[in-house]
T-cell receptor, first 112, second 109 residues
Framework: NAGVTQTPKFQVLKTGQSMTLQCAQD?????MSWYRQDPGMGLRLIHY???????DQGEVPNGYNVSRSTTEDFPLRLLSAAPSQTSVYFC???????????FGPGTRLTVL | GNSVTQMEGPVTLSEEAFLTINCTYT??????LFWYVQYPGEGLQLLLK?????DKGSNKGFEATYRKETTSFHLEKGSVQVSDSAVYFC????????FGTGTRLQVFP
């Protein structure tokens, strides 16, 4: 099992550009989520999904879109990047009914 | 609402020293409690967890006890190693996973 994979590992964008952060898991987990990690703020939940076709907002959803067309994939889209979105982004998954999350290696995004 | 408070870092120790990282929580109901570790350049890994009061989670020499009376889940290790240098996150699981701000541990030889 590869676990949770994320691409790219690093990305630099200019203000106003769009991009998609990819996340995939091969553990057949129902629950997937996106977090951002900022200094002194821990991890904050952006969006999550409890299964294919179902998504919901977390603590800091503004500026981000998600979709879940398959169990395996949960991409995060930035439609118009802003410097405030400079952060490290982590995708995570877990099996429904359990409480242990598995994290991907992260994507470090810089918006100039 | 639910929240987690951790001691601020960095915590700087010499090898073989005793480690305590404090964590307290606020929650309705009876959440599960976790410690995650993030090594440099990597994602978070589950270090240990406890699911009910008085449970003790342990792994790799680290321990934490779920104390309902003090709403705490302090992380301890008797003898740290340089390889333990990382950021440690306390977290609770209610309907969602809620993290503390993280504590950086630096261990010097």
């Amino acid at each position: 099992n590869a676990g949770v994979t994320q691409t790219p590992k690093f990305q630099v964008l200019k203000t106003g550009q769009s991009m998609t952060l990819q996340c995939a898991q091969d553990m057949n987990h129902e629950y997937m989520s996106w977090y951002r990690q900022d200094p002194g703020m821990g991890l904050r939940l952006i969006h999550y999904s409890v299964g294919a076709g179902i998504t919901d907002q977390g603590e800091v959803p503004n500026g981000y879109n998600v979709s879940r067309s398959t169990t395996e994939d949960f991409p995060l889209r930035l439609l118009s990047a802003a410097p405030s979105q400079t952060s490290v982004y982590f995708c995570a998954s877990r099996r429904q009914g359990t409480d242990t999350q598995y994290f991907g290696p992260g994507t470090r995004l810089t918006v100039l | 609402g639910n929240s987690v408070t951790q001691m601020e870092g960095p915590v700087t120790l010499s090898e073989e020293a005793f480690l305590t990282i404090n964590c307290t929580y606020t929650a309705t109901g009876y959440p599960s409690l976790f410690w995650y570790v993030q090594y440099p350049g990597e994602g978070l890994q589950l270090l240990l967890k406890a699911t009910k009061a008085d449970d003790k989670g342990s792994n790799k020499g680290f321990e934490a006890t779920y104390r309902k009376e003090t709403t705490s889940f302090h992380l301890e290790k008797g003898s740290v190693q340089v390889s333990d240098s990382a950021v440690y996150f306390c977290a609770l699981s209610a309907d969602k996973l809620i993290f503390g701000t993280g504590t950086r541990l630096q261990v010097f030889p």
